[in-house]
């Protein structure tokens, strides 16, 4: 200790006796009386202060109410204190015997300064309780010194977030507080009656607890708060991580989260709208009361290689029972709320086309806001009837699917028939009706058919290599025909950001059917009898099994919820197509990129067109790195950056686990068969050259860009989805085994592994590695 202070006392009276360089000084001064302030704050600022594991909180000097004749004395007694007793030992005590390689060195704040009648602290985290849910502030009268340094006891109140409330005040009687003296620097006053009172009304309180949060979601951690109040304002002057806090491990158990779904390439303008438009549009639906499962606790990450949608457990689990409840319990309102589904998707799909058609570069600023508003509100209103019952029902990787089977053996076994479940199940929840996909492949078999009908065109569609371009040799009509088709169904794989297709898909597909001798008509026949033999299909069971109206209805239902589910998708990408238009006129006048449009939330985008706003660059940066949408309550808090991977990985996440039975990989039958195969693992256009007729395509999930290799595969296996995902929709529709929801299963195999897949049973399994 003596040899601390020793070397403190030396050290700084170094630092305090020589004179500061000329042109700090200068510029100090200069700075100064920019401000055009009489009193200023000087702070400390260590390089290694208010860092995520040292907070440095009081080790250094700070002045305040100082004045131009003393503020550059007080910059150099800043510096100084970098080597008071305390910050030596603080910093020992940091780092120990590493202590000498820590290269710490301090700059210094100048601010204009707060004369406070009222100041304190806040935690956006009770420190002591270490709850969450909980923000202390605490409070006296005069400056904040007073507070932070402990020399007053001042008045605490608990905030709760969520509900929004007080919960705990407790007034101190304060004798006495620090003040500015006339001259400048500070002095102690006794505050008499006037310290009895209580320092911030209610109102004060939810007002600086709303600065809090705001301030926490904006860093993404837990903060501490410097705060200052003047004239009915409140201040931040200072806000730092709170480093004392423990993980506790009896709460992260409880807080298991699960990856519900992929996200990739999916922007603010599509998460952000389903959570602070679509979430309170449930309430105003049928299906209100399910809202409390998703208003509780929901996150959703952006830009990482942990893109998705993140549930808590316990409360996926009970939504998804709670619909299925519903489905079985009132069939009816599952049947009211298909039909204003297909209302709203109907009405988003004609938006769309006239989207296509607008020149948007006509219209003002306020009109572009107003036309990307009510884009914006009658796509999430379409996408969350849609959602209400399609795919919260394989949210937990084939929950209705694995109780439909089970009732489907039930039946046959009651019936005494030999049938095959999985081929029943299947049979009795395919849709009657058919997708944009294969009305897009019955036009695009039509155009195959007018080339295949001129020996020209064929002969020039069959030795065709560049793609790049429509042939020139080609007639009008033909040329028209195809140009008609591309600009019609190009938007089929767009998905929310694209891309779309461009015509090198179309010459390419055609000309490579072409090189195969397909039989075009053999195609068409197929998909323009398909519907009959579905229906036919499904009369000849419900014949044979005599299946009872109330149990028909849920597997009607079934096959209208796996429509739907395809339906509304293609309504969006055909919608997001559209908006792709606008989005680069937005770009345009905001003077951004493209991508970054969708980087903006809705109402962010209505305000910067609206207010004649600037973009903030530096907010787009870190959107582009990562986000992370988090819902709890009615609050959608927005954090990006370094911020959002941290929340990220502080998370406790439930690894997605294979649940395998001997040598067999478990998942979903979502399209009955068998097959046997070498395995192709296919995740993006870029692969599907590698798919040959008769081989297993395995695949994260599947997307409409996938289709062509879809339509190559002996069977399709996919670690996402349930009966209502992309996969099974286009395997029953190629009447493919398909068996979706095996987790990993594209870490477990590998190309060129044999593997038979036994669809009935949802299982696969490896024969030669």
């Known amino acids: 200790m003596h040899t601390v202070e020793n070397a403190s006392e030396k050290i700084q009276s170094v630092i305090k006796g020589v004179k500061m360089p000329q042109d700090i000084a200068d510029d100090v001064l200069k700075n100064f009386d920019k401000l055009g302030a009489e009193f200023v704050a000087v702070r400390s ?107 007053i006891t001042p008045d605490s109140y608990v905030v709760e977030k969520e509900p929004r409330r007080i919960i705990d005040i407790n007034v101190a009687e304060q004798e006495r507080g620090l003040f500015r003296k006339a001259g400048g620097e500070n002095e102690w006053k006794d505050l008499g009656e006037k310290g009895k009172e209580q320092v911030l009304s209610g109102k004060d309180v939810m007002e600086l607890t709303e600065l809090i949060i705001k301030i926490e979601n904006h860093y993404g951690f837990p903060c501490d708060i410097e705060w200052a109040w003047k004239n009915g304002k ?34 603010y303008q599509v998460i952000v709208p389903f959570l602070d438009l679509g979430i309170p549009y449930i309430q105003e639906t049928l299906f209100g009361e399910l809202s409390k499962y998703i208003k509780n606790a929901f996150y959703y990450m952006w ?50 086309l006239k989207l296509e058609k607008i020149d948007f570069a006509k219209f003002s600023d306020k009109e572009l806001a107003e036309l990307h508003k009510d884009f914006t509100i009658l796509q999430e209103k379409a996408h969350i009837q849609s959602t209400l019952s399609t795919w919260f029902v394989d949210s937990t990787g084939g929950l209705f699917a694995t109780r439909l089977l089970k009732e489907t053996e039930e039946i046959i076994k009651g019936r005494g028939q030999e049938l095959n479940p999985a081929e029943v199940f299947t049979t009795l929840t395919t849709p009657e009706k058919d ?45 028209d025909a195809i140009v008609s088709h591309y600009k019609k169904w190009r938007w089929t794989p767009f998905g929310y950001m694209g891309p779309a297709y461009d015509l090198d898909f179309y010459l390419s597909i055609w000309s490579g059917l072409i090189k195969q001798d397909f039989d075009v008509d053999h195609e068409m026949l197929k998909i323009t009898e398909r519907v009959k033999h579905v229906k036919k299909e499904k ?75 600037t973009v903030d660059l530096s907010v787009i940066s870190k959107r582009r790195k990562a986000g992370s949408l988090i819902l709890k309550g009615d609050k959608l808090t927005v954090i990006s950056g370094d911020g959002a991977e941290e ?4 998370q406790n996440i439930k690894k997605e686990e294979m649940i395998t039975e001997g040598n067999n990989f478990k998942g979903n039958c979502a ?78 195999v590998k190309d060129g592994d044999l593997v038979e897949v036994d669809a009935d049973k949802g299982v696969v399994r490896i024969i030669k590695n």
């Open 234 to 267: 409140f201040y931040i002057v200072q806000s730092r991580p709170i480093t004392t806090l423990q993980k506790k491990e009896a709460d992260e158990e409880k807080m298991v989260w699960v990856k519900n779904a992929s996200g990739k390439k999916i922007g």
């Open 303 to 352: 830009g990482v290689d942990n893109e998705g949608m993140y549930y808590l457990e316990n409360e996926l689990n009970d939504l998804v029972a709670a619909v299925l409840e519903l489905i079985y319990a009132d069939p009816q309102k599952i049947e009211k709320t298909h039909r204003e589904a297909y209302k709203l998707n109907d009405e988003f799909f004609q938006l769309a």
């Open 435 to 479: 997708s944009f996909g294969l009305k897009e492949e019955l036009e695009s078999s039509k155009k195959l058919k007018l080339i295949t009908g001129n020996k020209k065109a064929r002969d020039i569609f069959k030795n065709l290599t560049d793609y790049k371009e429509i042939p020139t040799a080609l007639q009008e009509d033909i040329k």
């Open 671 to 748: 399209s009955a068969g068998k097959a046997k195969g070498i395995v192709k693992i296919v995740n993006d256009p870029a692969e599907m050259g590698k798919m040959e007729k008769g081989d297993i395509m395995v695949s994260h999930t599947t997307f409409p860009s996938l289709v062509p290799a879809m339509k190559k595969a002996a069977a399709i296996v996919t670690e996402d989805g349930g009966i209502t995902c992309h996969a099974a929709i286009v395997a029953r529709e190629l009447k493919t085994p398909c068996v979706t929801g095996i987790k990993n299963i594209t870490e477990v």
């Open 647 to 650: 929340f990220f990985n502080s």
């Open 45 to 151: 600022s260590a390089t290694a202060e208010d860092s995520a594991d040292a907070a440095w909180a009081g080790q250094l000097d700070s002045y305040l109410n100082t004045k131009r004749e003393n503020v550059l004395k007080r910059v150099q007694d800043c510096w100084a204190s970098l080597f008071t007793p305390r910050a030596i030992f603080y910093r020992f005590e940091k780092y120990g015997d590493k202590t000498h390689l820590q290269k710490i060195s301090v700059a210094v704040v100048v601010q204009k300064m707060v004369n406070s009648e009222k100041s304190g602290i806040a935690f956006s985290v009770h420190p002591v309780t270490e709850d969450y849910n909980q923000i202390i502030i605490e409070a006296g009268f005069g400056l904040g010194e007073a507070v932070v340094s402990g020399q």
């Open 539 to 613: 009369e000849e069971v419900v014949k044979k099994l005599k299946i009872p109206k109330e149990k028909l209805r849920i597997f009607d239902l079934a096959a209208d919820i796996t429509f739907l589910k395809g339906y509304r998708k293609d309504c969006s990408y055909k919608g997001f197509y559209a908006f792709s238009f606008m989005a680069r006129e937005i770009a345009k006048r905001l003077d951004i990129e493209v991508i970054d449009v969708y980087l903006l939330t809705h109402k962010e985008i209505y305000e910067l067109l609206t207010e004649n706003k």
